[in-house]
């Protein structure tokens, strides 16, 4: 009877484990979009020709548009850290109960 809940249990961690790294992979893939967009559009937006040197207002303008992309590329770089430490552990730990497993099968 224990071992039911205990697999039910087991089961239920894991499928929120695994919902959660989807999420994970979505949040950052969106980022990852965001900022090669905005890459984009800063990239752009340096190019080209111009009759005059940007004011100091565009100037900072565009610094804070440079952050503001930064700081996406950023968020998105930690949330797949994130997720490959989640991974790691994840594995880890089913390699550990799956030697387990195989202990106590092999002392019955």
Do not use: H
């Not at 071992?3 to 929120?16: A, G």
């Not at 893939?29 to 965001?34: N, S």
């Not at 905005?38 to 610094?63: M, N, V």
């Amino acid at each position: 009877m224990l071992n039911d809940e205990t697999q039910k249990l087991v089961d239920s961690v894991m499928e929120n484990l695994k919902a959660l790294l989807q999420e994970m992979s979505t949040t950052a893939l969106a980022l990852e979009k965001q900022w090669r967009d905005e890459s984009i559009a800063l990239r752009d937006s340096y190019s080209g020709f111009r009759q005059f040197e940007p004011t100091e207002e565009e100037e900072r303008a565009q610094g804070r548009r440079q952050r503001a992309c930064d700081e996406i590329y950023d968020r998105a770089k930690t949330i797949r850290e994130c997720m490959d430490v989640v991974a790691r552990r994840v594995n880890n730990i089913i390699g550990e109960n799956i030697v387990i497993q195989f202990s106590k099968w092999n002392m019955r």
